[in-house]
Structures are given as structure tokens and as C-alpha cells.
């Protein structure tokens, strides 16, 4: 079996990716190695041409990163424990892009996510980040798939 020495997960704070992020974690302390956590902020429609009168754009945007950063603070603190060798990284953009792009760009050796496990209706509205990073990727993807209980 492949030694894995970076493994990066996406996390969207939803309990599908805390479920994929245990996992991520288990398996980042098995192999001692480096954890990548990936927030991406989906890229908010652009408002510039609508009139919003008490807040800008650009400030807009920097608020929603301040509150992904603060996120993922609490988010470390509450999952990590006492493990130490972990990257916490926020971009924005398209989910599926980003999290293959870092993935490739900071040489991870697998990805894993969760999935919602929409079908039917849903899955065609929504479409799915997990498959379309599954379908595009050229590292390796585990999908984790939230249990229904």
C-alpha cells in the first residue's frame, strides 16, 4: 500500500466534511504524515452592478474570509488535538478547481472529502463537487459518504 506523506481534506464546516476530516486525521497520524485542511470560499456573484449602500464589494469579500478564518480556528481547536504537522490554507473560487489545484500544487499524495450523497432531483440541481473532483483528478480521491442513521 502507498505511503501517503501529504493528504489534503476539504472542509466546508458542514458535518459531512467533519466526518471526512476524522478520517483525513486517523489516517494523517497512521502515516505520520503532513494534513492539509483546504477551505475554499465559493466565488460570491460579483454585486458591482447592483446598488448595495452599506458595504462594498471588496468588503464584502474580506469579511467572508475573516469569518472563514475564524472558522477554521475554532474548527482546529476543537479537532486537532495534539497533532501538530497540519497547513490550513483558505482560497476562494470554484470548490472542485481549487481543491485539485492545491492538492497538485502543494504535492498531495491523496484527497478526501465528504460527500452529502444527494440522488435524484437534488444531485442534478446541485451537481457535486465530490464528483466532479472525483471525475477530474489526477491524484487520488477517497470520498467519505455521510451516514444516514
Known sequence: MKNFSTILVAIDFSESSNNAFHLALNMAHKYSAKLIMLHVINEPVDLRGFYVPHISFEKLEEEIEQGAQKLMESFCRQHLGDY?????????????????????ELSADLVILGTHGRTGLDHVLFGST???VVRKSPLPVLTVRLQND
Open 84 to 104: 501538530e504537522n497540519y497547513q490550513t490554507l483558505i482560497v476562494p473560487g470554484l470548490p472542485y478547481e481549487q481543491i485539485i489545484q492545491q492538492a497538485q
Open 130 to 132: 465530490a464528483e466532479k
